[in-house]
């Protein structure tokens, strides 16, 4: 069998499948088979029959797949993307839990979606899953897509964008908890807990401990808060990665013509 590179001995990138012997390194464009074997970084895997056994977890969640390693453009925009989420995410997470306030967003609207989708997909399960199945389904759907990110595209920086979904989801449900104990939210049928159905009272009450309702309402804030910074740190430190190895090749480069 042809032996493959689950890692560039050059640069240490991990592709989203392995190297043959006649392939290039999508990242910084060495050919496997002028690579010469003594060069070998402690970054770079070994050249293994089976790569999938030697695939390595920190190497996943920091490097990013393909030609996104080296291309300054993909870079520039993933960088944009990044502060867009920054400033969305404070304004979020900045929200008033007691009001609702949240609920007027553009992000709100995308999650209501979601939230109704999962009532319908935990029908077959029963009346407390249909209830909880809003919330559950809006909190898993962005954390599925994200571990599809990493594990099927090895792109981290995919994953800490839904990461960071997963905590404004969280943030977004805050305001609904908190509600239980005195309903005053205006929900989707056009009524108030009150006079209506409402996931949350009927949760706490199934569940016990609606007189915490406030509680778990900043609780469900504070950690869709520290999810969503904490991911769009992973997505920082991954495009800061990214940069370096692409400065540290350019750099390789211009000494090779200069040599």
């Known amino acids: 069998m042809p032996a493959s590179f689950?890692?560039?001995?050059?640069?240490?990138?991990?592709?989203?499948?392995?190297?043959?012997?006649?392939?290039?390194?999508?990242?910084?464009?060495?050919y496997m088979h002028k690579w010469p074997p003594q060069r070998i970084t402690r970054r770079a895997a070994a050249v293994v029959e089976n790569p999938d056994e030697n695939d390595l977890w920190h190497e996943r969640l920091r490097t990013l797949p393909g030609k996104d390693a080296g291309d300054p453009a993909l870079l520039a925009g993933r960088a944009a993307v990044?502060?867009?989420?920054?400033v969305w995410g404070l304004y979020l997470i900045t929200r008033d839990v007691t009001n609702g306030e949240v609920g007027q967003s553009f992000?709100?609207?995308?999650?209501?979606?979601?939230?109704e989708a999962g009532h319908v997909l935990f029908r077959p399960f029963g009346e407390f899953m249909t209830i909880a199945g809003g919330s559950l389904f809006q909190i898993f759907l962005p954390l599925a897509i994200g571990v599809a990110f990493l594990l099927k595209n090895r792109d981290p920086f995919g994953a800490a964008v839904c990461l960071?979904?997963?905590?404004?989801?969280?943030?977004?449900?805050?305001?609904?908890?908190?509600?239980?104990?005195?309903?005053?939210?205006?929900?989707?049928?056009?009524?108030t807990g009150e006079d209506g159905p409402h996931d949350w009272i009927y949760l706490f009450e199934t569940l016990g401990g609606l007189?915490?309702?406030?509680?778990?309402?900043?609780?469900?804030?504070?950690?869709?808060?520290?999810?969503?910074?904490?991911?769009?740190?992973?997505?920082?430190?991954?495009?800061?990665?990214?940069?370096?190895?692409?400065?540290?090749?350019s750099a390789r480069i211009r000494n090779n013509k200069k040599a």
């Open 107 to 115: 992000m709100h609207n995308i999650l209501l979606v979601i939230h």
């Open 164 to 191: 960071w979904w997963t905590g404004i989801s969280f943030v977004d449900l805050a305001p609904y908890i908190y509600d239980a104990l005195d309903p005053q939210l205006m929900l989707l049928g056009g009524h």
């Open 6 to 30: 689950i890692a560039c001995p050059k640069c240490g990138h991990i592709p989203p499948q392995p190297l043959g012997a006649t392939d290039a390194c999508p990242a910084c464009g060495v």
């Open 82 to 86: 990044l502060l867009a989420l920054l």
């Open 211 to 249: 007189q915490h309702a406030h509680a778990w309402g900043r609780f469900a804030r504070a950690t869709g808060g520290l999810l969503a910074v904490g991911a769009l740190g992973w997505a920082a430190w991954v495009l800061w990665l990214a940069h370096q190895r692409q400065h540290n090749d």
